[in-house]
């Protein structure tokens, strides 16, 4: 896979509990040839990008979060641009759900990322 400077990348970083939750980055400089610097002035390991893209949004699975919002499908439209759909269905008879273009994502949390975060509540007996 060829990696640009201004390409967002999905990449493994650091084991918790037992597994490397993916994260989404941009990517500043790939000059190196092992090394890749991102938005967030780290460096990543070639080897850990899952993959990369010019939009973020066609990074973006289902189980991720969006804004906030679990993403149920990722899509194309009839021009063939990404779309993501979030949440619930609003209207059930009609079938519409809320849904993003990339112009309007400003958060993503990816569903590793979430799970490793999450406390499970154990109820009394």
Do not use: W
């Not at 790939?30 to 967030?40: G, H």
């Not at 919002?69 to 609003?90: H, M, N, P, R, W």
């Amino acid at each position: 896979m060829e990696l640009k400077n201004g390409m967002y990348v999905r990449y493994t970083r650091g084991m918790i509990n037992g597994y490397v939750p993916p994260k989404i980055a941009k990517i500043v400089d790939c000059s190196d040839n092992v090394l890749i610097k991102i938005d967030n002035g780290q460096c990543i390991l070639r080897e850990d990008i899952i993959k990369a893209r010019h939009k973020i949004i066609d990074l973006i699975e289902v189980g991720d979060y969006v804004n906030g919002y679990l993403v149920t499908a990722v899509s194309k439209d009839v021009y063939g641009e990404t779309i993501v759909f979030v949440g619930q269905k609003l209207i059930e008879e009609a079938g519409y759900y809320r849904s993003y273009y990339s112009k309007d994502i400003k958060t993503i949390v990816t569903k590793e990322q979430f799970e490793s975060m999450k406390c499970e509540v154990k109820k009394d007996e």
